[in-house]
């Protein structure tokens, strides 16, 4: 990791100051969230979003089912933030089990109720265990899903990245490629996949910018509220858990207080070490629910911007 000496003396800042005393707040966040399955999910979601728009996220952003299964519902829940909240609202569109027109058809949708900002991705396979195939007459990944979006409207675009390479690639070098490519089609940031050390972000950063890639890398934050859905998801997704976070976890199942407070001291602390190199963009994963990222955040230094954002039930 290369380090300027401002980095430095941040970095000994967080090694002899109290690690969150003086941390100056001067960073932007942007929250994750997935359309709620039913009422009460849905009563959650929103719970959430009230209580973390006040800290200004400079977006959020709703998934998108495999195969546009939650196609409707991610529409209406991004419209629903950027009707009551102002807070800008991205759309994640993927590649999965749609034509060209079916995607664009969705796109357009997404313009004409305001929404300016996509989240850009191939997508998985939506039967587990399979390989990913094209869609016929689909667009065939994410670079080609970019530049399709960019020719119908002049969207800002995010994509994804993967600081531990993404499981179908062969290589590092080839995923790097294939940022390239999305970038080069016309995307504007990638967000990362989780990861749960600072130096496989700072080494995957370093890597980018090797590779002649300029563009804002923002890491994706995962808080580890359940240890064995994280775990899933990691084997998923190629991401490495370390054996010192299944040691902390252990024997945490059936106090959900206690594993909330080691997950936001987990999660802090990689927050905090990214910030001591540099980093001033954070992307938190919600899983729906506000408590660990507004607390990680309030830790960063970010304080509300507005007493209440009213978000009716």
């Not at 991205?90 to 900002?117: F, N, P, Q, S």
């Not at 089609?185 to 972000?201: E, K, L, N």
Request: hydrophobic share 45%; aromatic share 8%; with cysteine.
């Amino acid at each position: 990791m290369s380090l300027s000496v401002n980095q430095l003396e941040e970095a000994r800042r967080a090694l002899d100051a109290p690690l969150y005393a003086d941390v100056a707040g001067d960073i932007d966040v942007s929250f994750e969230f997935f359309p709620p399955k039913n009422e009460k999910m849905a009563a959650t979601l929103w719970d959430s979003v009230a209580t973390l728009a006040p800290l200004g996220p400079r977006f959020v952003s709703v998934t998108y089912g495999a195969g546009g299964s939650t196609r409707e519902r991610t529409h209406a829940t991004v419209a629903r933030i950027a009707r009551e909240t102002g807070i800008p609202a991205a759309a994640h569109l993927t590649c999965v089990e749609a034509t060209k027109a079916e995607i664009d058809a969705v796109a357009h949708e997404y313009w004409a109720a305001g929404v300016r900002h996509i989240v850009a991705l191939r997508g998985d396979s939506p039967q587990a265990g399979q390989a990913y195939a094209a869609h016929p007459g689909g667009y065939e990944n994410a670079a080609d899903l970019v530049a399709g979006l960019k020719r119908l409207h002049p969207f800002d675009i995010s994509v994804a990245c993967y600081p531990e390479c993404h499981p179908d690639s062969a290589d590092a070098t080839a995923d790097l490629d294939n940022l390239k490519r999305k970038m080069d089609a016309g995307a504007t940031r990638a967000i990362s996949q989780f990861f749960f050390s600072p130096d496989t972000f700072f080494r995957y950063r370093d890597a980018v910018a090797a590779a002649g890639i300029d563009a804002e890398i923002v890491p994706g934050i995962m808080p580890v509220s359940n240890f064995a859905a994280v775990v899933r998801m990691s084997k998923m997704c190629g991401t490495e858990v370390p054996t010192w976070m299944e040691r902390l976890f252990a024997g945490l199942d059936d106090l959900p207080e206690a594993r909330q407070l080691v997950a936001a001291t987990l999660t802090a602390e990689l927050c905090r070490k990214l910030y001591a190199g540099g980093v001033k963009q954070f992307h938190f994963y919600t899983l729906n629910r506000a408590e660990l990222s507004y607390a990680i955040c309030h830790l960063l230094g970010v304080r509300a911007k507005a007493r209440e954002v009213k978000v009716a039930a």
